[in-house]
């Protein structure tokens, strides 16, 4: 579950293939490179602000 977060989160910033692509080497070897694609947590920000919009609009209504 962790990884989940700090792969897509490392990708977007860039730091998976800085450095001779040293960070995507070691998240190889710990087989967690596969959630380099998931919705990094910006994005997941935005969904939940949405959420809550809807929440207070419904709640208004």
Known sequence: MLFTK?????KKLGLLDRNDKWL????????????????????EYQAFALGENELTSTKIA
Do not use: M
């Open 6 to 10: 700090i792969v897509p989160n490392c």
């Open 24 to 43: 995507r080497r070691r998240f190889e070897e710990l087989g967690v490179i596969q959630f380099e694609d998931l919705t990094d947590t910006s994005d």
